[in-house]
């Protein structure tokens, strides 16, 4: 029955309706036969880590200011290709340089290229270098 099922799953190019309803069917019967959420017994209570309920004020402003770097820089891609791509006074989107389309969407492109790539390096010499608890305390 395994092969045939296989074999159907395998010709069909709708693969993956059959895994999820696999993944579903697996899932539902864990949950029938294990009753989760079931209650701690005393004995875990007290003798499990707890955890802090309240989240530190230093991971919000870590959240926020990540966030508000994110929506800068997708705020600021249009336009900064209308910048490059159209002449001044053009009547739709006004711009500066006039490259063009084709050179506007490469300067961009490979300045957000540069912008995923150049953390990765950067970070890896200034926590060699400074350290990671001087590299968080200057980064602020």
């Given at each position: 029955?395994?092969?045939g099922?296989?074999?159907?799953?395998?010709?069909d190019?709708r693969?993956?309706?059959?895994?999820?309803r696999l993944?579903?069917?697996?899932?539902?019967?864990?949950e029938?036969?294990l009753?989760?959420?079931?209650?701690?017994?005393?004995?875990?209570i007290y003798s499990r880590?707890?955890?802090?309920?309240d989240?530190?004020?230093?991971a919000w402003?870590?959240s926020f200011?990540?966030a508000?770097?994110?929506?800068?820089?997708f705020g600021?891609?249009?336009t900064w290709?209308n910048?490059?791509?159209n002449?001044?006074g053009?009547?739709?989107?006004?711009g500066?340089l006039?490259?063009?389309?084709?050179?506007?969407?490469?300067?961009?492109?490979?300045?957000?290229f540069?912008?995923?790539?150049t953390?990765?390096p950067?970070?890896?010499?200034?926590d060699?270098?400074?350290?990671?608890?001087k590299?968080m305390?200057i980064?602020?």
């Open positions: 029955m395994l092969d099922l296989l074999m159907v799953v395998l010709l190019h693969w993956y309706h059959y895994v999820a993944v579903v069917t697996l899932l539902w019967s864990l029938s036969h009753n989760l959420p079931r209650d701690a017994t005393q004995e875990e880590v707890h955890e802090v309920a989240i530190p004020l230093t402003l870590l200011i990540g508000a770097a994110q929506f800068t820089r600021i891609t249009i290709q910048y490059i791509q002449p001044r053009s009547n739709p989107s006004p500066v006039g490259f063009g389309q084709a050179k506007a969407s490469i300067i961009q492109n490979a300045y957000l540069l912008q995923y790539l953390p990765l950067s970070a890896i010499l200034l060699m270098w400074l350290g990671r608890y590299t305390i980064s602020f």
